[in-house]
Every structure is written in structure tokens, then in C-alpha cells.
């Protein structure tokens, strides 16, 4: 089965969840774009609301990944990170957005429209959805202990 991945965005960053929902209509590893906002520049809304709203479908299991823009990308993983569940990380090099899934597990990328540019941020995006996190990796018990945290906290 392919993926669900979730889009949003403040209004900083709503012009790369549009030109990367574009994108990855083409992936061939995914089934299914969900947008959950803003819808254009002129939506004000903050962005722990939109955040908050693609993480927790997520944690609902009603979407596999996410990606996340704002002005800096670090607005919306701080917010993404409060949702129980959730790993989300800022990450603008492609050797992190790897270890953001080999090492950490993430379902969620986040991008910042206002520190990279639209080319890298696209390639990024689709780069997060070819990897895989591998469960019996060394990685595994440690994220564990991210995930016994949250669960007896
Ligand atoms: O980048 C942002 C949050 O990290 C957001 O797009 C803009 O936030 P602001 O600098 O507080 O307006």
C-alpha cells in the first residue's frame, strides 16, 4: 500500500505545501495527498494550529507521513512534537532527512519557505518518502526510549 501524507502550512509557508503537493501527486510511493491548510496566503492562522491539526491525523492513523512549512520549519515541528506519538523534525540536507527516518523514525519533515529554496525543499520532500525505517535496526531501541517516555509521562 502507498502512503497518505498530510501537508500543511502558515501562510510563510503555503506556497511550497502547494508546489510540493504538486510534487508528490507524482511519487510513486504515494496514494494520497491530504491538505489540511491554510489554503492560500491570505489565511492568517498560526502555525501550531495547522501543525498540530496534520499531526494529530496522523497519530490517528489516518495518515502515514507528514510535511510541515513554515517560515523557518522549526515553528511547525515544536508544535507537531506536543502530539502525543508524533516525531517531527526540522531538516534542510538530505543526509538528515535520511537519519530523520533511519535514526529517529520521524513521520514528520519540516521545511522552512524562508531559509531554502523551493528546488531543495521539493527534492527533500520527495527524498523523505523513499526511506524506510528499518525496526530491527540498532536505531529501534532507541527511539523506543523516546516512545517508554511518552507513554509513562
Ligand atoms: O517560521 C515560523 C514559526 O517558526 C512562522 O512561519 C512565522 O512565525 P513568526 O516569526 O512568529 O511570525
Redesign the pocket.
Known amino acids: 500500500m502507498g502512503l497518505r501524507v498530510v501537508l500543511a502550512a ?4 503555503v506556497g511550497y505545501k502547494d508546489a510540493i503537493a504538486e510534487r508528490l501527486r507524482q511519487h510513486p510511493r504515494v496514494d494520497e495527498v491530504i491538505d489540511v491548510g491554510v489554503g492560500d496566503v491570505s489565511d492568517a492562522s ?2 501550531p494550529h495547522l501543525a498540530v491539526a496534520g499531526a494529530e491525523l496522523i497519530a490517528e492513523g489516518r495518515a502515514d507521513r507528514g510535511i510541515f ?10 508544535a507537531a512534537n506536543k502530539v502525543s506519538g508524533i516525531r517531527a523534525s526540522t531538516a534542510h540536507d538530505s543526509y538528515s532527512v535520511e537519519r530523520l527516518v533511519m535514526s529517529n523514525d520521524a513521520q514528520v519533515l519540516c521545511l ?3 531559509v531554502i529554496g523551493l528546488d531543495l525543499a521539493l527534492r527533500l520532500a520527495s527524498e523523505f518518502l523513499d526511506h524506510e525505517f528499518d525496526p530491527d535496526s540498532p536505531s529501534a531501541e532507541k527511539v523506543a526510549v523516546i516512545c517508554e517516555y511518552e507513554r509513562d509521562h
Open positions: 502558515d501562510q510563510a509557508g498560526a502555525y512549512v513554515c517560515g523557518t520549519g522549526m515553528g511547525v515541528a515544536i522552512g519557505q524562508r
